[in-house]
């Protein structure tokens, strides 16, 4: 791995394009609310719309990537748009006329007399913000698999090397993100925003030359088309032989062996799941075989694969609602207690650091001890099945919110021993206590969120690898939109458990267990669908004449 360095110089673009992200992840409320002079409701909103279309365009990153692009090209051309959009952004929040009269420091009553942005500087702020969300969400789809790419997954050497590679990956995820919610964030709220925009201009000026010096060493991926169209044309032709007895034998079924010319599709091995579909692979009697009447058995597989995975995403979704949590009301929580950590006062948003500090820890325990031991006991490369890592951060996340719900009691138990329920004054308990259920979620991060990243890429085609990262990133995005449902309907059923603004008045403990006992159910779902899962097996026969 470290013999072969170049393979890695996509990470620091990793880095620095995610600290630029998490950075206004957990600011830009403040940019939107103090400088743009929007309500407290429609900064959160704008916010939350933003982070969600973010990683919902990962899909759109994802679909180019495969059909149009090579993975290499959409980084680059997909990083300048985000280039672009920091430019953009640092104008604005430089240039007094591009944003309306700053109203931060009024009384919230008086607010509404204050002047709104135009039309112009709305057109300016969301032109930027969305070239943002188009950027990051493309490069979040493409540059995993481009790293990814530089290793022969067919290999059981290079096998752990491309299982090392994504725990790296996400290393320097946390790396960046603990970069941009302190430094980042100081920068903007103490030198101003235009600094910070800058500054995340820079950071992602210098990850693209990191990325362009690796050009030449790259395994660079050929776009096969669109993977749509070929899903399409599975459905179109098992329909249209809907009629037809399906092959017992795989002989009798449609497949091309042919490699020349350079050709090098995989060659996937028939399964037995949805046998429906194999009517898309007979061949008719005349051997008759054009691309509108007959699919080979690789892409009848390939079609498969993605109907597999999807109840593998949606069983994860769940785990980011209970992410939401810890950036919403748990942050609420510490803003109620003593923030003083070893001497330090530790403002609330600040909290998402203790998580990421964690997972910067961990995950080189993880790499280095917890993989080599696990291997020796279970004879598979990387330690454990990527399914059964999904799951262990399942069970740790349910965990997570159960310890969140005793930390909760325990803090209203404070707030009514002290007689301080209506108090405005932080309370006397240590904001230390949220690190438990921070640290918890952490672990599983390491575990679900690398293990989708892995599992996703490593079970899909070659056709469509930018596309499946895109979609396990996705089950961030259905997340934090579930929260908002999650949070209405427990408030409309319980009757006000959240309702009270005043959490020393709310049930928030009760509405964490309830998020625990749903994590236990939703976990008990994805083993159902776990044990149904079958991995992809591609015919080594046929790679092996390919390197003959």
Known sequence: MYGEWWKMKNVPMIGLENMGFISNAVSLVTYFYGFMNFSLTKSANTLTNFMGTAYLLAIFGGFISDTYLSRFKTCVILGCMELLAYAILTIQAHAHQLRPVQCQGVQPDLRNRCETANGTQLAVLFTGLYLLALGTGGIKAALPSLGADQFNENDPKEVLKLSRFFNWFLFSVTTGAIIGVTFVVWISSNQGWQWAFGLCFIAVFIGIMFLLMGKSLYHHNVPKGSPFVRFAQVFVAAFRNRNLPIPETTEELYEIYDKEAGKRDEILQRTDQFRFLDRAAIMTTNGASTARRICTVSQVEETKILIRMLPIILSTVFMNTCLAQLQTFSIQQATTMDPRILGFNV??????????????????????????????????????RHLQR???????????????????????????EHNMVDSAQPLPITVFWLGFQYFIFGIADIFTLVGLLEFFYSESSTGMKSLSTAISWSSMAFGYFLSSVVVEVVNKVSGGWLASNNLNRDNLNYFYWLLSGVSMVNFGVYLVCASWYRYKKVDMSQEEDDKS
């Open 390 to 416: 999904i799951g262990v951060g399942l069970v740790l996340s349910a965990i997570s919110m159960a310890i969140t719900g005793v930390v909760e009691t325990r803090r209203k138990h404070v707030a009514i």
């Open 347 to 384: 403002p609330g948003p600040s909290l998402t650091v203790i998580p990421l500090l964690f997972m910067s820890l961990l995950i080189p325990l993880y790499d280095r001890v917890f993989v080599p031991i696990a291997r020796r006991i279970t004879g598979i490369p990387t330690g454990i």
